[in-house]
């Protein structure tokens, strides 16, 4: 059945149909409509898309841009507002807290940015960024805290991996795009990761996506300090941590592991001739994601 705006309003009113989100209090601007919107609490901003079916406690998913980019930009790369708009889910794109060039990476204690910085104590939280974030739009009835999700693109897929390590109490399902790591470097041997500094407290369902011909995070390894391991050494630390039963054959794909605690599948597909770009399919993020709630 398709109303009109005057109808539904009518309706609305009449308390016989949902209003929407921008005049029920939820302060996320129209349905179909991108927002910059000021998070509670943190002195920072988001751009939020609001689905144009959106009647309020949405699932929400965070999609973080890649090292020296902005929301606005993986926005516009990863096309993910249309998958948003077509299964009712927010979508929340913000910035990372330390600014680099034109634009901004994010912190990931312990772990050089692409400028060879560490973050130090004085850099943003983004993690409690985005854990404030989630309460915010929880509060205000516009989310649904039990299922909230994370995507992102390289420095950003970094960032989704570290969120599925010190932040499984707040998402649900985690999809990095060639950024997938399992914890930091070791010291040790960087071509396995620290297993101390991934320890998630419930297991964390995780699809991954990668290009065979991304020379900066590259599938086999090497490449800059934040990288090193490989990312098949990743997924088999994702399945361990979920203790998953049965491995997938090398060549399927998705390659990976399932029969895992809670249904926490962890999931790679590698698109053999792709490079370090958005390669994800969007429908098989969001439908791996539909699937898992907190």
């Known amino acids: 059945m398709n109303l009109s705006a005057v109808a539904i309003a009518l309706l609305a009113s009449a308390g016989i149909w949902p209003a929407p989100a921008h005049a029920s209090g939820c302060g996320l601007g129209a349905p ?27 699932p929400l998913v965070f999609l973080l841009h890649g090292s020296t980019g902005k929301g606005s930009d993986i926005l516009a790369d990863s096309k993910l507002a249309d998958t948003a708009d077509r ?17 901004f990476v994010w912190n990931i204690p312990g772990v050089p940015t692409v400028t060879g910085k560490v973050p130090g104590p ?14 915010d739009l929880a509060t205000r009835g516009c989310a649904d805290r039990a299922r909230v999700y994370a995507t992102g693109l390289s420095g950003g897929g970094r960032m989704t991996s570290w969120l ?80 998953c039963r049965k491995r997938l054959a090398e060549s399927a794909d998705p390659r990976g592991y399932t029969d895992c605690r809670a249904r926490a599948d962890v999931l790679a597909h590698i698109d053999p001739q ?21």
């Open 87 to 103: 299964h009712g889910f927010l979508l929340a794109a913000p910035d990372g807290g330390i600014a680099a060039g034109q634009g």
């Open 164 to 243: 599925g390590c010190v932040a499984a109490d707040r998402f649900a399902a985690i999809a990095p795009v060639v950024g997938l790591r399992a914890g930091n470097p070791s010291s040790r041997d960087p071509n396995f990761p620290d297993s101390a500094s991934c320890v998630p407290s419930r297991p964390m369902p995780v699809i991954a996506f990668a290009g065979g011909k991304d020379t900066t995070n590259p599938v086999e390894g090497g490449g800059a300090p934040y990288w090193h391991y490989p990312m098949r050494v990743a997924e088999a630390r994702w399945a361990d941590l979920n203790g």
């Open 122 to 135: 004085s850099d943003p939280d983004d993690v409690a960024y985005l854990r404030a974030a989630i309460d």
């Open 32 to 58: 179909g409509t991108t927002s910059r919107v000021a998070i509670q609490g943190t002195g920072r901003t988001m751009l939020i898309h609001v689905p144009r079916e959106f009647r309020g406690k949405a």
């Open 274 to 294: 792709a490079g370090h770009s958005w390669v994800a399919d969007n429908e098989a993020v969001w439908a791996f994601f539909a699937r898992h709630r907190r």
